[in-house]
Structures are given as C-alpha cells and as structure tokens.
C-alpha cells in the first residue's frame, strides 16, 4: 500500500513539473485485456519496475495500443535503467540509452500491429514489459 502511495505521489509531481510529456493516465488502449483507445500510451520506470500508467500492470507492464500511438516511459525514480527492445524482427524498436534522472523521457511511436516485448538493460529479467499494437 505504501509503494502505490509513493508511486501515486511521483506521478503528481512528475505531471506538474514536467514539459516535454505530461502523464495522461487513462487514455491507452487496456492491457490485459482491454481495448483500444487514444493515443498515448505511458509506462513508469520505478525501482526496479516498469507499471503500465493505464492499467497498473508490472513486471510485465502490459498495454495495448492503436498502430501509430506513441508510448512514453517516464522515470518516476532516479535510477539507472533502460528500455531495450527483447523483440526479433519485425517486432523491435531503438532501444534507449542507460538513464538515472527522475522524469526522464524516453518515447517510441508503434506504426506496425504486433507484440513488441522490452526489458531493462540493467536489471533484465526482473524489469519486463510488452507493448501489444493493434
């Protein structure tokens, strides 16, 4: 209970002083199992997690998109991680580079339909996501 205070909390102040991208929760497609809708899809990089803004899955966060939405992965912590694409061809995209500050950014838009799995370089296995792009 406290962990999701003290996410709801970095997302408060992640919206109100962030520039580049603002969190929208509520408006991606479902995850599991959800539709689809909107277009912008956001992920929280925590310690030593990746939660979907929409749905609140984690490890693996799960959302499902409309081809041309864009997702954004937004640091709520400070910490080193990364976005590493974990697909095969054609389902891969540009992986990010290794970031620490809190609210860093990192976006990919999805214009091809298909499941796109993703990790956390530092932290692997224990850091696991999938984008599904409908």
Same mark, same amino acid.
């Given at each position: 209970? /406290?962990? /999701? ?19 929208? %929760? ?67 995209? /540009? ?6 500050? %809190? ?23 224990? %850091? ?7």
């Amino acid at each position: 209970m /406290r962990y /999701r205070i003290l996410v709801g909390a970095a997302l408060v102040a992640l919206s109100a002083c962030e520039s580049s991208t603002s969190l929208q %929760m509520g408006t991606t497609g479902g995850g599991q199992g959800g539709g689809v809708g909107g277009q912008t899809g956001q992920v929280l990089v925590g310690n030593i997690l990746f939660q979907s803004a929409h749905n609140g899955s984690q490890n693996p966060a799960v959302d499902t998109v409309a081809a041309g939405t864009t997702v954004t992965w937004t640091w709520a912590t400070a910490g080193e991680h990364s976005i590493q694409s974990t697909g095969t061809a054609p389902n891969f995209f /540009r992986n990010s580079v290794v970031m620490t500050a %809190m609210g860093s950014t990192y976006s990919v838009t999805f214009n091809t339909p298909g499941t796109y799995p993703y990790d956390c370089a530092v932290h692997g296995s224990a %850091m696991t996501g999938v984008v599904v792009v409908q």
